[in-house]
C-alpha cells in the first residue's frame, strides 16, 4: 500500500512538474517566451502559434520575424533560463529612469531583443520586430545561404552530431583567426607608438616599447575573438554547443579586456613616470605607484564583477550588498578614511616634495616617502617617523625645501681690549671670506660690529648658503668656520669666552698680562691677503655629507 501511494505522488509530481503548452498564452513575459520557443521546436513545431507572439504583422510577416528570433538567439548561443523571466502580468523595468511595462531577455550580450505589454498581453516589442531583420544579417551575413549551396551531400553527413562540413569550417575559421591575430598585432604596436608620440612628444625608450608591446598582443587577441564572434553563428551549431562556445568566448573576451586594461595601466603610468622626471617635483614620483595600484585595483574589481554576470549572478545585488558592507566597514575604520582623505590632500596642495626638509609639530626631518597611510620623515639623527597623512594634512608645515637659500646668522665675540683696528681689518676679511666662498650668496650678506655684550664685543655674521640640502649646508659652515679661524690666528685677533679678568695697573717687577695687538696696517692687510689666496686653493671637504 505503501509502495503505492509513493508510485502516485511521484507520478503526479512529475505530471505537474511538466509544463505543456497545447495553447498560445501571452499573459506574462515567462508565458510569451515560451510559447514563442516551444512552437518553434522540431517536435511541435506551429510557427503560426509562435507568430502570435508578435503583434500588428499579418500572419506570413510575423512567422517570418518569429523564426528569424529564434535563430538570432540561437546563432549567439543565448539560452533562455525561465526560472529567471518574470510571470507578473504588471511587471515594471525598472532599470531605466522611468518604469514601464517592458522585460529585456539578455540585457547585456543582446538589448536590442525585448518584449513590451500591449493592453493586457505581452508581446515582442516594436523596437525588436523593427531591427530583426538587421540583427539576423548581422548573425547570419549573406554569404552563408550561398555556402549551403556549394556544401556537398557528403558534407551534410554526421559525426557525433556534428555535419562534416562544420568541422572542416572550425579549422578554417582557426586558420584565418591566427593570419588576423598576426596582422592586428603590428598594426596595433604602430598604432599605439604613433599616439604615445603624439602624448609625449618624444620617442619611445625601450621599456616603453616592452610594454606597448605587450599592449597590442592582448589588442590583436580581442579583434581576433570579435572576429570568431562575429563568423561562428554562420556554422549554424545547434543551440547547446553555441551556449558554451559563446560563454566560453566571452570569457576570454573578459578576460582579454582585463589583461587589456592592467596593460594599458602600466603604459599610462610609464608615460607619467617619464613626465614626473622631467618636472622639478618629486612628489609627482611618490605619487605613480599610489595610483598603480588604485587602478589596477578598480580594473580587478571591475573585470571580477562581469566574469560573475556572464555566469548568471546578480551583481546589482552585490553591489547594494557591497555598498552596505563598504559602509559599515568605513565606520568601523575611519582612521583609514581619514588617512586617505589626508593623501589626496598632501598631493593636490603639494606642501613638499620629496628630500624637503620640514618640520611638523615636533618632527624634524627629510621628507623619504608619501605612501598610501602616512608619510616617513627621517631625521638628523637617522631616527624614521611614520606621521598619519589625515594629522600632517591639518598640521603647520615649516618646509625649509621651499627656501631660496639657506640663511645663517651667528655673533663673532672678540675680546673687548681688540683694538678698533684690528675689528676693521678682522671684518674686513669676513667679508672677502663670504665673497670667495663658492656656496654663499655673495651679493647679500651682512657682516657688522653690532654691540656689546657681556664679555664681548659681538659682531654679526649674515649669510645665506646656496645649497638647500641640510648636508651641503654643514659642510659649507665648516668651510667657512676654519677660514675665519685662519684668519683671526693671522691677525692676532682673540675671540672672547665668558671670564672676568682682574686687571693690576701697579705691580713691582710684573709685566702686563694683556695680549699685545699688531695694528701696522700693512701686516694686516698682508694676513688678509695670506688667508684668502689660502681659501681659494682650499678644495671643499672629500667627505661631504649627504642630505639627511
Do not use: C
Request: glycine share 4%; no cysteine; hydrophobic share 45%.
Amino acid at each position: 500500500m505503501k509502495k503505492l501511494l509513493f508510485l502516485f505522488y511521484f507520478l503526479s509530481f512529475f505530471a505537474n512538474g511538466q509544463e505543456t503548452v497545447t495553447t498560445v498564452d501571452l499573459s506574462n513575459p515567462k508565458a510569451t517566451i515560451y510559447t514563442h520557443l516551444y512552437f518553434l521546436q522540431d517536435d511541435s513545431y506551429k510557427p503560426n502559434n509562435a507568430a502570435k507572439t508578435i503583434f500588428g504583422l499579418e500572419e506570413n510577416a510575423a512567422i517570418e520575424k518569429a523564426i528569424k528570433i529564434k535563430k538570432v538567439l540561437d546563432g549567439k548561443g543565448l539560452y533562455v533560463d525561465f526560472n529567471r523571466v518574470p510571470v507578473n502580468n504588471n511587471f515594471k523595468d525598472s532599470i531605466g529612469y522611468s518604469s514601464v511595462s517592458k522585460y529585456i531577455l539578455f540585457p547585456q550580450r543582446m538589448p536590442q531583443i525585448s518584449l513590451e505589454k500591449i493592453g493586457e498581453n505581452w508581446y515582442y516589442s516594436s523596437e525588436t520586430v523593427a531591427s530583426i531583420d538587421e540583427l539576423y544579417k548581422e548573425v547570419f551575413p549573406w554569404y552563408v545561404n550561398k555556402l549551403q549551396d556549394v556544401i556537398p551531400v557528403s558534407g551534410h553527413k554526421k559525426v557525433l552530431g556534428v555535419e562534416l562540413w562544420q568541422f572542416v569550417a572550425v579549422i578554417i575559421l582557426l586558420v584565418l583567426a591566427f593570419f588576423v591575430f598576426i596582422i592586428f598585432k603590428k598594426i596595433a604596436y604602430a598604432l599605439l607608438q604613433k599616439v604615445q608620440h603624439y602624448i609625449t612628444k618624444s620617442s619611445s625608450n625601450i621599456e616603453v616599447n616592452t610594454v606597448l608591446k605587450k599592449l597590442a598582443h592582448p589588442i590583436s587577441l580581442l579583434i581576433t575573438v570579435k572576429f570568431i564572434d562575429t563568423i561562428f553563428p554562420s556554422l549554424q551549431f545547434s543551440l547547446e554547443v553555441n551556449k558554451w562556445v559563446f560563454l566560453g568566448i566571452n570569457i576570454v573576451e573578459t578576460v582579454f579586456w582585463i589583461y587589456v586594461f592592467l596593460k594599458l595601466v602600466k603604459v599610462v603610468m610609464q608615460i607619467y613616470r617619464q613626465l614626473t622626471e622631467k618636472t622639478e617635483s618629486k612628489l609627482d614620483d611618490q605619487l605613480v605607484p599610489i595610483l598603480n595600484n588604485l587602478l589596477t585595483g578598480i580594473v580587478v574589481i571591475f573585470g571580477l564583477f562581469k566574469v560573475l554576470q556572464l555566469f548568471g549572478v546578480d551583481t546589482t545585488t552585490m553591489l547594494a550588498g557591497a555598498t552596505i558592507g563598504g559602509l559599515a566597514f568605513a565606520l568601523a575604520s575611519q582612521d583609514t578614511v581619514k588617512n586617505f582623505i589626508g593623501t589626496v590632500a598632501i598631493f593636490l596642495d603639494k606642501p613638499f616634495q620629496i628630500g624637503d626638509w620640514i618640520s611638523a609639530g615636533e618632527v624634524s626631518g627629510s621628507v623619504e616617502e608619501v605612501g598610501f597611510r602616512s608619510t616617513r620623515v627621517r631625521a638628523a639623527d637617522s631616527t624614521v617617523f611614520q606621521i598619519p597623512n589625515s594629522k600632517l594634512s591639518e598640521m603647520v608645515i615649516n618646509n625649509s625645501g621651499l627656501r631660496l637659500f639657506r640663511r645663517y646668522n651667528t655673533n663673532l665675540g672678540l675680546r673687548y681690549d681688540t683694538p678698533p683696528e684690528l675689528i676693521e681689518a678682522f671684518i674686513n676679511g669676513v667679508r672677502q671670506i663670504i665673497k670667495e666662498h663658492p656656496e654663499t650668496k655673495s651679493d647679500s650678506y651682512n657682516v657688522e660690529f653690532t654691540g656689546f655684550g657681556d664679555s664681548a664685543l659681538l659682531v654679526m655674521m649674515n649669510v645665506y648658503f646656496k645649497s638647500l640640502a641640510w648636508g651641503s649646508e654643514q659642510s659649507s659652515k665648516h668651510r667657512l668656520h676654519m677660514a675665519i679661524l685662519k684668519l683671526a690666528a693671522e691677525l692676532g685677533v682673540e675671540f672672547a669666552f665668558p671670564s672676568t679678568t682682574v686687571t693690576i695697573e701697579q705691580f713691582p717687577d710684573k709685566s702686563n698680562l694683556s695680549p699685545k695687538y699688531n695694528i701696522d696696517k700693512e701686516k694686516m692687510n698682508t694676513a688678509i691677503s695670506k688667508v684668502i689666496a689660502n681659501f681659494k686653493n682650499d678644495s671643499p671637504p672629500e667627505n661631504t655629507p649627504e642630505n639627511l
